[in-house]
């Protein structure tokens, strides 16, 4: 609103300058106009007329030109106040000798008018060049403040050298850059001290090149504060010449500390990155999508084997049975924003070897899309991954092998040992019969073992496709099977609303079947109380069989997963120690993990993870 009612004061000053140029026409023109009518000659009158109309004209025409001119309008009041003030001083003066005794003007009026006209056209040019003097001072005073504050936005400040009298100015704000007191500018020698002792040379030098030759220059120094403070200082320095003669050394100096200890923090990080990256022999890799530009660091050859500057390049070196799949991943993360991470292969000097190259979708501000990731050769560890899977299969089938050619020896020891019960009963000592029973009983168990680990080898070799399954139907099939136990026991076992999940469905049952049944088995003193849940945790499923039996003590929780592995007794306790590590496998063939909380005591709570039915199936 300010600025509104400066232009609006500034319009009716000069509204004000014309309408006084066109009263002294009008009264020129109406004088003229008078005499003639009483009889004045033509040449009398126009002569009365131009003395009075012509400097109104004149104010007129210059009133109506100002805004052409450089003035600023807030002084056109200034060239008002000279034509009244000149106007009032003669009108003053003259009344002062007309009232005097000896006074001989015989028409004031007229005189007053015709003397004030001529007074008119000077002070006119008065006004204009006074307010001509304020505007040039307004711009500069506008224009030294403009450039204070953009030194202080910029951390800038300005120098000066004469090379005449080698005397040194300073702006303002290098006296604050440097913090330095600004009562008087330092000398040159002075000057030189502020810098880094090793850096003094370098700008000395750079001074004298530049008053001697003209050389410009433009160069970051360190130097130092009053305190004693460490700081950068980016100096530049223009020589202006005149007929080939230095006169005068003009520059800038900004503060640039905070650029440089962000560089050096950038380049600790280069560093850095660049350590990790050798360690690892990975490459970052930065693709934009909108320019179809690639940039690889510290090289693509050295991943690759060849020079990669954009998609088709990348695409050429992916193997062809693989590009149609990484094509995909990539459109799908740049749809959705999920970070893609997969393995490919890469044909290089002939040679297929795998690559590691996980990717993330970023969006600048500008809304370019790009993606940023690392690249690593993982060559080796898939060769190593291949022979321990072989080496796997091959164990799963000794295991399968060994375990189902051991049954038959099994079998037909147990047989024997029961045969011979039976038909030496009458013969048999009560020690003999107790050592049969347990020699039968010791069979048994290694039956039960040889199944386990059975039922362990065929885990992967004779699992079962994906499927969506429902596990409140798995769940009530197991407790159909363990209802003796749960009778027999007085178990109490409480079954939530289960998700429908993707898996196997025997090797799940199994899972519930062992958890189940060692909830029982482990129950203690008290009738089995047992809680199965299910939660969703991101995108899997967390299912819980919690009982309130004896628990089991923290260092003993991360064995009980191991093969063979018992925390009691036979004696104590039934089982073959494969149970878990059984549930184990089979959770982690679905791509989840399993683990317990326990407390000695307070019971145990087995915690497993299943993808959902909408899940891919691998």
């Known amino acids: 609103m300010e600025s509104w009612k400066t232009v609006g004061s500034s319009t009716n000053w000069r509204r004000a300058i014309v309408a006084l140029g066109t009263l002294y026409v009008v009264l020129g023109l109406g004088w003229a106009y008078v005499e003639i009518s009483q009889g004045t000659p033509l040449s009398n009158a126009v002569i009365i007329s131009f003395f009075v109309a012509g400097p109104g004209m004149v104010v007129l025409y210059g009133g109506y030109r100002l805004p052409e001119t450089e003035i600023n309008p807030k002084f056109y009041s200034r060239i008002i106040g000279w034509c009244l003030g000149g106007i009032g001083v003669l009108t003053g003066l003259l009344t002062l000798y007309h009232l005097q005794p000896a006074a001989s003007i015989g028409n004031p009026g007229r005189a007053i008018l015709i003397i004030s006209a001529f007074v008119l056209v000077p002070s006119f040019a008065g006004g204009l060049n006074d307010a001509r003097a304020k505007s040039n001072a307004f711009v500069l005073e506008r224009t030294v403040d403009l450039l204070h504050k953009s030194e202080r936005i910029a951390n800038v400040g300005g120098w000066e050298i004469d090379p005449a009298t080698m005397e ?14 600004w009562d008087e500018e330092p000398p040159m020698d002075e000057t030189l001290e502020v810098y880094h002792e090793d850096d003094q040379p370098i700008i000395k030098n750079a ?14 120094l360190r130097f130092y504060t009053p305190e004693g403070e460490a700081r950068w200082l980016r100096v530049q320095g223009i020589p202006e010449t005149v007929g080939g003669d230095v006169v005068s050394l003009r520059g800038a100096a ?24 050798n360690a690892t022999d990975a490459v970052v890799w930065d693709w934009n999508v909108e320019t179809n530009e690639a940039l690889f660091y510290p090289s693509a050859e050295s991943l690759y084997g060849t020079t990669v500057e954009n998609w088709e390049d990348f695409v050429e070196v992916i193997h062809p049975e693989d590009r149609e799949r ?69 164990l799963e089938q000794f295991a399968y092998a060994a375990s189902h050619d051991l049954q038959e020896p099994l079998r037909m020891i ?82 939530g609303e289960l998700p429908p999940v993707l898996g196997d469905e025997n090797q799940l049952h199994q899972v519930f079947q062992n958890l189940l049944s060692n909830a029982i ?81 307070m019971g145990s709570t087995f915690t497993f993870t299943l993808p959902p039915e909408d899940a891919r199936a691998e």
């Open 326 to 394: 990484v094509q995909q991943t990539i459109e799908h993360s740049l749809e959705t924003g999920d970070p893609k991470h997969e393995e490919i292969r890469i044909v290089r000097d002939g040679e297929i070897r795998w690559i590691e190259a996980p990717g993330y979708p970023v969006e600048t501000d500008d809304g370019s899309k790009r993606m940023i990731g690392v690249a690593r050769d993982i060559t080796d560890r898939k060769t190593y991954e291949r022979r321990l899977e072989e080496s796997n299969e091959r």
């Open 207 to 220: 001074i004298e090149a530049a008053l001697e030759d003209g050389e410009p220059f433009d160069m970051e």
């Open 254 to 277: 900004q503060d640039i500390t905070e650029r440089k200890e962000h560089e050096q923090e950038l380049q600790r990080v280069r560093e850095r990155m660049e350590f990790a990256l």
């Open 168 to 181: 040194v100015y300073w702006t303002q704000h290098l006296f604050e850059i440097l913090e330095r007191p």
């Open 521 to 601: 088995e482990y129950s203690g003193d008290e009738p089995p109380q047992v809680r199965i849940s299910a939660e969703r945790n991101g995108s899997m499923w967390e299912v819980s069989v919690q009982d309130e039996g004896i628990g089991i003590e923290p260092d003993e929780q991360d064995l009980i997963f191991e093969v063979f592995q018992r925390l009691h007794s036979q004696d104590d306790y039934e089982g073959s120690g494969i149970g878990l590590a059984l549930c184990e496998r089979i959770v982690e063939r679905h791509g989840g993990e399993i683990w317990v909380n326990s407390e000695p005591g």
């Open 414 to 495: 147990s047989s024997y040992l029961q045969l011979i019960e039976s038909r030496a009963d009458d013969e048999l000592t009560e020690e003999t019969e107790e050592f049969l029973e347990f020699a039968v009983d010791g069979a048994e168990r290694m039956r039960d073992m040889i199944d386990g680990l059975l039922a362990y080898s065929r885990v992967e070799t004779q699992g079962e496709p994906f499927e969506p399954i429902d596990l409140n139907e798995v769940v009530a099939d197991v407790r159909d099977n363990l209802d003796v136990r749960f009778t027999e026991s007085d178990a109490d076992v409480e079954v």
